[in-house]
């Protein structure tokens, strides 16, 4: 997706402010004077009430704000699959929210947008709405204040949830998790704010499968009204869009949202009233009677502005109390990886692994957002002979998705083009304390616990003391790309639709909590260059290399030194048996006297 930035902070008035980041990459590489110098991060520090962190630190910080709302009438909106949901109008505009966040001087890491910034440091996530027509996300180029934001989200699949070990359930108060964790930017040279991200798990599903209206959903509502609210004083939703323009980025951003609902009342049966079936979110066996409801019900308008509103109230107090600041370095890794093949060492050595994408019979079970779109109990026979007709699943499909009855094998499916995704990214971002975690799907709660959990944990132990308990660590939910769902093992055994919509088998979560664990390690080990490659073994590359650094000199990219040159090394850790494809590769090079700037490929 591509946007102009329009970068909102104090400008650059004097000629040795200007002068001063002339010479400075960041801001050579773009057309504006707006790039913040030496702003700080604000946050709070961590009790047992209020989970806060907070920076001090000097970095340079830009921040922007686009149009990015697609047709008004004429699109499938396909947020619920429904064919007749067709663009007619618009609730309110969509907006790509931005920032970059750099290390002063020319060498200084960073990660957000632009030429320098590639897809290690770059991350793209949707909030998750369903109302923008053909299928677009409002996104966020990202980038420390914690507390908990009250009734905005339930579990829509609490049966699945009770699945996980009740010992792990024990270690939380709810079965969602209800902290909100925003960062807020400030300009050191005269005190001003002039930007803040956060981030908060409920899905953008306030508005109904009937909805026609493009819309950003309770997040899309929560950025306007905080951004209305600091331009303002208020919290009206018909202040002008140019003078809107004109101020900050407020951005509402998406984390472990899976099983979470924003229709707090709870699911009830369109015909009777009651609530619905416990376990499967049906009402007498028929899944599309069963409709959540948000707290304005049945206006889904004022449902969307009342759970928008929470976040904001919410946002605005931790905005307004955050008074430390963040230091540390800005680092990252990322790395791509075949997700249909993953081989993953369990607990006792044991090693499973993971699947060709497939979507699960389930998938069309209702929940607390009225997904289904057909009757389950007559769907069995139609999409086998609609599944069969398309693609059978092989028998090896079959075997490792259980207890996954496959209705879509969409891994095994390559015709127009592949109907699923095999190769994911994933990504780290740090900044100082904060650690964001770039993940390609929709993460339950208790698979985000634990993924957060692990990578923490390894932070700690490979960080020689650089990382202890006070590291914050964040899940940025549908990032880069997107997969379906990611649930635990656990959930996975009752195929309720986050279990069916998890692609890669019921190893899926262990595949990605390996990998970022490995990738937690290089960060904290400061190891460079480490990503998941093909087996050296199969292609020796002769008179080639397996690695190489290149340097910009005239209008292209030359190469300078490669695997043959002293200074630069590759190293593989992968099987030691010939059967293994897929291995660890890093490359590491000693950067020679004189050299000073290259991109190593």
Known sequence: MIFKPEFESQPLNSKASNQDLNND?????????????????????????????????????GLGSYDMTGPAAGVNMMGYANFEQVTGGIHFRLRARTFIVAEEGPQGARFAYGELYNEENVAISGIHTCWSGGLFAICNVFGIVRRDVENAGINRSPSAYLFNPPEERAKYQNNVDTLMTLLKFVDKSNGKSIGAFSWFATHGTSMSRDNKLISGDNKGAAARLFEDWFTFGNTNFSTSS??????????????????????????????????????????????????????????????????????????VDLFTSAKDEITGKIDYRQVYLNFTDIEVVLD?????????????????????????????????????????????PSQYQVDCQKPKTVLLDTGEMFWPYDWAPAILPI??????????????????????????EAVKETLISYGNGEFNDDIQIVIAGLTNTYSQYVATFEEYEQQRYEAASTLYGPHTLSAYIQEFKKLAQALARGDKNVGRGANPRYDLLTEGTFAVVEMFQGDKWISAYDDDDLCLYFKWDGPLLSSGFYGLATIEWEVPKGRVWGFIG
Not at 365 to 386: D, E, Q, Y
């Open 25 to 61: 990459p960041l801001k050579s590489k773009f057309s504006y004077d707006g790039i913040t110098p030496r702003a700080d991060l604000f946050g709070a520090e961590q009790n047992k009430e209020e989970n806060r962190l907070v920076a001090n630190g000097d970095y340079l910080i």
């Open 242 to 315: 140019q003078t809107r323009l004109n101020t900050t980025s407020r951005a509402f951003c998406q984390s472990n949202v899976g099983d979470v609902s924003p229709n707090v009342l709870g699911a009830f049966c369109l015909d009777s009233g009651k609530p619905c079936d416990f376990n499967h979110s049906s009402c007498h066996g028929n899944d599309q009677l069963c409709v959540g409801r948000g707290p304005g019900y049945p206006d889904e308008i004022l449902s969307t502005k009342i759970i928008g509103e929470r976040q904001f109230q919410k946002a």
């Open 348 to 392: 006792g050595n044991k090693v499973v692994k993971t699947c060709p994408a497939a979507l699960g019979r389930d998938l069309l079970r209702g929940l607390l957002t009225g997904r289904a779109f057909l009757v389950s109990s007559k769907i069995n026979v139609f999409w086998k002979t609609v599944r069969d007709a398309i693609k059978e």
């Open 427 to 452: 990504q780290i971002l740090r900044l100082g304390k904060l650690v964001i975690l770039s993940v390609p799907g929709e993460f339950t709660t208790m698979a985000g616990r634990r993924l957060r």
